[in-house]
T-cell receptor
Framework: DVKVTQSSRYLVKRTGEKVFLECVQD?????MFWYRQDPGLGLRLIYF???????EKGDIPEGYSVSREKKERFSLILESASTNQTSMYLC?????????????FGPGTRLLVL | GEDVEQSLFLSVREGDSSVINCTYT??????LYWYKQEPGAGLQLLTY?????DMKQDQRLTVLLNKKDKHLSLRIADTQTGDSAIYFC???????????????FGKGTKLSVKP
């Protein structure tokens, strides 16, 4: 079974803090993704990575950065957290395989920025 | 651009069938997906259908695909209270000139099952 884990289930931070969200997958997947999920807006893609040290902007990258130093780990960084970044953050991974984009999700991190 | 549309809410009684509908835009999608999200949890792959199929059945789940109308549906037979969750439809879109890459998700349909 694919396992995607996220470092925290719940996180409370203050405005202006630097926040690290970690995601680890154990299935040697090439692709990894960070989404945020907000009521009424569904899932929105922040960043994704298709290989180590590679990253691509998604639909809403502003205020975020990412790091992929190892294949199994994809980190989302909030350089200076703001209250509008309070959200549920979901990490996912997928295998690089023609025609099959199945993404496997972690349990999510619920972030509250005060 | 690519878009996936689905209704936001569905309410059914326990034992009835639920049908969640979805429309998508990318006709080149090879696979279409249904994910389930229970409260406070991440998304769990429920089922998927290959684009050259019209129907896929998996126990209580039936997926119907109408490629001409770009319409996908998920039918849950004998719906149980444990089926209460948000259901997301997703289509794949190419990253670079049609090669494999991302999924585009609908906003999710919240299914409420009344006892």
């Amino acid at each position: 079974d694919v396992k995607v884990t996220q470092s925290s289930r719940y996180l409370v931070k203050r405005t202006g803090e630097k926040v690290f969200l970690e995601c680890v997958q154990d299935m040697d997947h090439e692709n990894m993704f960070w989404y945020r999920q907000d009521p009424g807006l569904g899932l929105r893609l922040i960043y994704f990575s298709y290989d180590v040290k590679m990253k691509e902007k998604g639909d809403i990258p502003e205020g975020y950065s990412v790091s992929r130093e190892k294949k199994e780990r994809f980190s989302l960084i909030l350089e200076s957290a703001s209250t509008n970044q309070t959200s549920m953050y979901l990490c996912a991974s997928s295998l690089y395989a023609a025609g099959d984009e199945t993404q496997y999700f972690g349990p999510g991190t619920r972030l509250l920025v005060l | 651009g690519e878009d996936v549309e689905q209704s936001l809410f569905l309410s059914v009684r326990e034992g009835d069938s639920s049908v969640i509908n979805c429309t998508y835009t990318d006709s080149s999608s090879t696979y279409l997906y249904w994910y389930k999200q229970e409260p406070g949890a991440g998304l769990q792959l429920l089922t998927y259908i290959f684009s050259n199929m019209d129907m896929k059945q998996d126990q209580r789940l039936t997926v119907l695909l109408n490629k001409k109308d770009k319409h996908l549906s998920l039918r849950i037979a004998d719906t149980q209270t444990g089926d209460s969750a948000i259901y997301f439809c997703a289509e794949e879109v190419g990253l670079y000139g049609g090669s494999q890459g991302n999924l585009i998700f609908g906003k999710g349909t919240k299914l409420s099952v009344k006892p």
